[in-house]
């Protein structure tokens, strides 16, 4: 006698049932100016060179498990002090998920200020633990009384912090971060995604504070389709992190590309500086428009709020007109009215620029 077979509806656990899957919108010929993707192209020449390094690879070997010469590598550029560790991961996202599945435990808690990177809510209620947001205060800084209210209350295990803020680009006060990474009995998350284009950073305080890891990837400086991220800081935090890493989880490829663009850090570097001078240029225009709000970034995106209802209409005449942001798509809250874009080459900043003036007319 077969037993009936049951429906997805009734094993999938109900609270992954409720969730939507992460959307990313078809950008088809469009300006694409919403995933805070580095718009520069390498030279040809580097291109032909970064192939012929990829020749030796052998795609019927396994990678190295441990990624050994690219670790090395990651530790010289990301400044890693000598005394830390490294576990790279598939993307930071994928840190994210090896952090939430290694705290998991039924009455663990995971705090992050919120607006902020959505990852920490949707990873870590698909892990079971328990999300709570705490409001930034009304410009986008930390609320350091009800950040230790929440923290001395659910005694986090985790806390996120994106430092520069995604997607407000807010560069959060580095004292009121120490006095979080003092009050926090589990381990504070500093998600540097955005090191590239702050000089802010806290890599070289680790080790000062023993719940302190600090998370970096390469996407934002140039390489986010090899997707590697990772996560330095203390050995005994890092040897039990590294237990739920799958063995192979950086491959050949990611491996050896990572290597190669790292040897050429220097392009990367001259390319965030150029990106970094077109923030304040493109800030300044956009600051110029009638109606419009911006908010300053330490980021390679603006946040900005346009006149009040008028969000959609702006993100979709901007479309029209051939160029794709990111609609925060708020209709309350701390968000509403509001827009992101990705601070493109001058050329495609300023398309941006006069569809947002035409959007506004
Ligand atoms: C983009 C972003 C990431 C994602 O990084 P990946 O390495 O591409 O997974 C992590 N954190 C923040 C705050 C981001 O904005």
């Known amino acids: 006698m077969g037993t009936k077979p049951k429906t997805p509806s009734q094993l999938i656990r109900?609270?992954?049932q409720a969730l939507s899957a992460y959307h990313v919108p078809d950008s088809g010929n469009l300006i694409k100016l919403d995933a805070m993707e580095n718009p520069y192209r390498w030279?040809?020449?580097l291109i032909d060179q970064w192939l012929e390094s990829l020749r030796s690879i052998e795609l019927n070997r396994y990678p190295d498990p441990a990624a050994r010469a690219l670790t090395k590598q990651l530790k010289t550029v990301m400044q890693v002090p000598d005394t830390m560790q490294l576990v790279l991961g598939n993307g930071s996202d994928e840190l994210i998920q090896m952090l939430a599945v290694a705290l998991a435990q039924p009455d663990a808690w995971v705090l992050a200020p919120e607006p902020t990177f959505v990852m920490y809510r949707l990873i870590a209620e698909v892990a079971g633990m328990n999300y709570l947001g705490v409001p930034l205060d009304e410009n986008f800084g930390l609320d350091v009384p009800a950040m230790l209210d929440a923290i001395t209350k659910y005694q986090p295990a985790l806390v996120f912090l994106a430092y520069p803020n995604n997607p407000t680009g807010t560069l959060f006060d580095r004292e009121a971060i120490e006095e979080i990474l003092r009050a926090a009995s589990g381990l504070v998350i500093l998600d540097e995604a955005y090191a590239p284009f702050t000089d802010a950073s806290f890599m070289s305080r680790l080790g000062e504070f023993n719940n302190l890891l600090v998370m970096r990837t390469v996407s934002k400086m140039g390489l986010a389709g090899l997707r590697l991220g990772l996560l330095a800081g203390p050995a005994c935090w890092l040897e039990e992190l590294d237990k739920v890493r799958?063995?192979?989880?950086?491959?050949?490829?990611?491996?050896?590309?990572?290597?190669?663009?790292?040897?050429?850090?220097?392009?990367?570097?001259?390319?965030?500086?150029?990106?970094?001078?077109?923030?304040?240029?493109?800030?300044?225009?956009?600051?110029?428009?009638?109606?419009?709000?911006?908010?300053?970034?330490?980021a390679n995106?603006?946040?900005?709020?346009?006149?009040?209802?008028?969000?959609?209409?702006?993100?979709?005449?901007?479309r029209e007109q051939g160029v794709l942001i990111k609609n925060l798509a708020a209709p309350q809250?701390?968000?509403?009215?509001?827009?992101?874009?990705?601070?493109g080459t001058p050329q495609q900043n300023q398309a941006f620029m006069a569809a947002l003036q035409r959007a506004l007319n």
Not at 301 to 318: W, Y
Not at 333 to 341: E, T
């Open 14 to 16: 109900p609270e992954i």
């Open 43 to 45: 030279p040809d020449e």
């Open 246 to 298: 799958l063995p192979y989880n950086i491959n050949v490829l990611t491996q050896a590309s990572a290597l190669f663009a790292l040897e050429h850090k220097a392009m990367l570097d001259d390319q965030a500086a150029q990106i970094r001078k077109d923030r304040a240029l493109l800030a300044g225009s956009m600051s110029a428009l009638p109606g419009i709000q911006v908010y300053s970034s330490a």
């Open 301 to 318: 995106f603006i946040l900005f709020r346009v006149p009040e209802g008028k969000c959609l209409d702006v993100f979709d005449s901007l």
């Open 333 to 343: 809250g701390p968000l509403v009215d509001c827009l992101r874009v990705t601070v």
